[in-house]
């Protein structure tokens, strides 16, 4: 099952806007990344915040983690055309002997309308 | 450097016959993870290999298998394909396990079992 859930699943807005997603998880965890998937292809790794920080920003992007709620949320700024993609957010899981894992949510359908 | 690299990248297969996907990390790169991606489950861990040993293995069946040579270079192989098994696998390098470490993901590899 995922740890993640995104909300909202889908998102449509007009170019200039600015897009707000939000992740929540379930288990306690060491940081937390964000990613983008244009149809269907790779994941693009977009920003990594540790759990002990509330805030990272990136160019247009800006992530804020608030451990207490077990939520982060992605904002993209003054949003273009060539943000149009699908939002993972992805928290890390460890297995045996420190080996990763990222368990993802079920993404943000991003549109950006021109 | 050059990204993660993934062949076939795409593949068309009927049921019942088997599978190998190969997955080349990033040069330095030692860990090596593999996902699935499916409309209906979304994105799901696979396993992950570090110098050529299996770390960590998802909830998968046994029909899902990898390996990975002294190169870093891996294979995942799926035998006596099912209808399900249709999905999008992507191959995800990392310099080292665990830690606060970014995974590239590779473009992918379409599989469809007809």
């Known amino acids: 099952s995922q740890q993640g859930e995104e909300d909202p699943q889908a998102l449509s807005i007009q170019e200039g806007e600015n897009a707000t997603m939000n992740c929540s998880y379930k288990?306690?965890?060491?940081?937390l990344q964000w990613y983008r998937q244009n149809s269907g292809r790779g994941l693009v790794h977009l920003i990594l915040?540790?759990?002990?920080?509330r805030e990272k920003h990136s160019g247009r992007l800006r992530v804020t983690l608030d451990t207490s709620k077990k939520s982060s949320s992605l904002l993209i700024t003054a949003s273009r055309a060539a943000d149009t993609a699908s939002y993972f957010c992805a928290t890390d899981a460890y297995g045996i002997q420190g080996a990763q894992k990222l368990v993802f949510g079920q993404g943000t359908r991003l549109t950006i309308n021109p | 450097k050059a990204g993660v690299t993934q062949t076939p990248r795409y593949l068309i297969k009927t049921r019942g016959q088997q599978v190998t996907l190969s997955c080349s990390p990033i040069s330095g790169h030692r860990s090596v993870s593999w996902y699935q991606q499916t409309p209906g489950q979304g994105l799901q861990f696979l396993f992950e290999y570090f110098s050529e040993t299996q770390r960590n293995k998802g909830n998968f069946p046994g029909r899902f298998s990898g390996r990975q040579f002294s190169n870093s270079r891996s294979e995942m192989n799926v035998s006596t394909l099912e209808l399900g098994d249709s999905a999008l696998y992507l191959c995800?390098?990392?310099?080292?396990?665990?830690?606060?470490?970014?995974?590239?993901f590779g473009p992918g590899t379409r599989l469809l079992v007809l």
């Open positions: 915040i540790r759990s002990n920080e």
């Open positions: 995800a390098s990392r310099y080292r396990t665990g830690g606060f470490e970014t995974q590239y």
């Open positions: 288990t306690s965890i060491n940081n």
